[in-house]
């Protein structure tokens, strides 16, 4: 294929995107699903990421995991003893403000791992979940930056 019908291709493939994704802004599928969409908690995966049941409509539901907006937690697959007893802590907190598993999801996005949302996540009686772990201080804030290591100890200032 010559020079310039790669170009006038690439040209070709760039507008049929563009169109895509401004169908999408449009009038297709939402980037964000403001909510409030109930949920059942199935598990706790750790202490930023649960898997929940979403009521989507009257007798139907999704399985889903959903990545908590804003924090970042130690991973249970954890590269040091000390993060992993840290998972572990924050894992259970999250269990203990979930108390019996219904929550409200919202400002549901794709999160940039496949298989998983992100959200906000308000427990019963309104509280939201990640103001609460943020000041058990078993997470930090987190808005998509480089993740620092959990392994370091912690600052002693």
């Known amino acids: 294929m010559s020079p310039a019908a790669l170009s006038g291709l690439a040209v ?4 049929v ?10 009038g297709g599928a939402p980037a964000t699903l403001p909510g409030p969409i109930p949920a059942e908690v199935v598990a706790v995966v ?4 649960l898997t929940v049941r979403a009521i989507i409509w009257l007798g139907q539901s999704v399985e889903t995991n959903v990545r ?12 040091c003893p000390r993060e992993k007893a840290l998972a572990e802590s924050a894992r259970e907190a999250v269990r203990g403000l979930v108390g019996a ?3 409200h999801l919202l400002d549901v996005q794709p999160d940039k791992y496949g298989g998983r949302v992100r959200a906000r996540i308000h427990v019963a009686g309104g509280g939201d979940l990640t103001e609460a772990l943020l ?3 078993l997470v930090r804030p ?10 370091e100890e912690a600052d002693p200032s």
Do not use: F, I, K, Q
Request: include cysteine; charged fraction near 25%; charge should be negative.
């Open 12 to 15: 070709a493939v760039c507008g």
């Open 46 to 49: 750790d202490g930023d990421t």
């Open 68 to 79: 908590l907006d804003g924090v970042d937690a130690p991973e249970m697959r954890a590269h």
């Open 17 to 26: 995107l563009g169109t895509a994704l401004w169908a999408v802004e449009a």
């Open 135 to 137: 000041r058990t201080g």
């Open 101 to 103: 598993g219904l929550v």
């Open 142 to 151: 987190y808005h998509g930056e480089r993740r620092r290591s959990w392994c």
